[in-house]
Structure formats: C-alpha cells, structure tokens
T-cell receptor
Framework: ETGVTQTPRHLVMGMTNKKSLKCEQH?????MYWYKQSAKKPLELMFV???????ENNSVPSRFSPECPNSSHLFLHLHTLQPEDSALYLC??????????????FGPGTRLTVL | AQTVTQSQPEMSVQEAETVTLSCTYD???????LFWYKQPPSRQMILVIRQEAYKQQNATENRFSVNFQKAAKSFSLKISDSQLGDAAMYFC???????????FGTGTRLTIIP
C-alpha cells in the first residue's frame, strides 16, 4: 500500500485559504490522476497527466489547479474553495495514459473539509 | 457513454460464508476491461481482480472470483470464505479501448458479521 502516497491525509480549510495536496508514486509510472470521491457518487476523474503533460481536464473549476513537476509527483493547489468541494481526493498512477491494458493504482486519499 | 451500475448499496455476510456483489454495465464497445476495486475503511483503493472482455474464462484471485456474462453485460464478484478483512466498499469499474478513462459504479458497502 505504499506505492502511491498522499499528504496530508486530512485537511480543513476556510473558503479564503490556499492549500495544496501532494501525491507521490514510487512505482515508476508515467501517468498520474486526480479523482474526487463524494458520498453515494461514482468517482469523478478531474485531471490526468502523462509524462508530465496534462492530457485531461474534465471541466474542473479553476479554483483547482494541478501541477506535475515530474512523473513521480503530482500536486493539487486549492484556493477559494466552496463547501461543496468537501470530499475525499484520490490520486492514482498507471504505467501510462492511453494504454488500454494498464491498471491504475490508488493512494489513500486526502479527506478535505471546506468550512 | 458507458455507465456502471451497482444496485446493492450495502450487503452483509456471515464470516466464512460466500457473498456475491452485483455489477452491470452499458457499452457499445466489444473490447474492454472490467475491474473490481476494494476500499477498506483506511481508504486506500486496492485492485481485487480484473477481466478482459475477450477472455471467456472467468478471472479468479484466491477467494475472489467473477462471473462475467458478456451478453448480459453483467460482472459480479464472488467472495468465498468471507473474512473480517474483507469488510470494505467495493467498486466495479469499466475501461474501454479507445477511451482510457475508468468509469466507476457507486459502490457496495460490504459488512462481515463475526
């Protein structure tokens, strides 16, 4: 379970705060993903990076800003969030995007509460 | 668009018994993968088992096996000899060739009764 790590595990922030979520993968993968998990809803894919390049942005509001400095690290910068953004944010990685046969591996998530 | 439906929000099973979790999906593609992921209370999502649509033989991983009915678009997960550590949310997911996104169901919460 240490292949994909996320910090912090819990985060409480006000609507005017700026914070960042961090994800690191130790699997030698080239694709990394951010998902949002809300209760009773399917996981929502937010962003995809492949070889450090963003390949997918699923109409995510600009208050979420991803950054991928290298294939092992992925950040999600948060600013002026809304209470409805409270959720579990999951990071995942896979060998590469657009490889049909690949499996995604997930981190433990960051539980975000926006007050 | 592909959809994945898990019609059982919650299930429970007696320890050592067998339980089957249901999953149906909708797709017009012929080549795809199906997955079952497990998310224990610690929240790390773990791959349990996966099945390629072109393989007729049902996948098996120790106590976990699937019943893949391609024509019926059904992909159920059977857990044999249930153990306390099997308690978790179980998510069914789909990935089609040419669309690399994973499509998830809403999950089934499995409780193991000692």
């Amino acid at each position: 379970e240490t292949g994909v790590t996320q910090t912090p595990r819990h985060l409480v922030m006000g609507m005017t705060n700026k914070k960042s979520l961090k994800c690191e993968q130790h699997l030698g993968h080239n694709a990394m993903y951010w998902y949002k998990q809300s209760a009773k809803k399917p996981l929502e894919l937010m962003f995809v990076y492949n070889f450090k390049e963003q390949t997918e942005n699923n109409s995510v509001p600009s208050r979420f800003s991803p950054e991928c400095p290298n294939s092992s690290h992925l950040f999600l910068h948060l600013h002026t969030l809304q209470p409805e953004d409270s959720a579990l944010y999951l990071c995942a990685s896979s060998p590469q995007w657009a490889d049909f046969t690949d499996t995604q591996y997930f981190g433990p998530g960051t539980r975000l509460t926006v007050l | 668009a592909q959809t994945v439906t898990q019609s059982q929000p919650e299930m429970s099973v007696q320890e050592a018994e067998t339980v089957t979790l249901s999953c149906t999906y909708d797709t017009s593609e012929s080549d795809y993968y199906l997955f079952w992921y497990k998310q224990p209370p610690s929240r790390q999502m773990i791959l349990v088992i996966r099945q390629e649509a072109y393989k007729q033989q049902n996948a098996t991983e120790n106590r976990f096996s699937v019943n893949f009915q391609k024509a019926a678009k059904s992909f159920s997960l059977k857990i044999s000899d249930s153990q306390l550590g099997d308690a978790a949310m179980y998510f069914c997911a789909y990935k089609g060739r040419g669309n690399e996104k994973l499509t998830f169901g809403t999950g089934t919460r499995l409780t193991i009764i000692p």
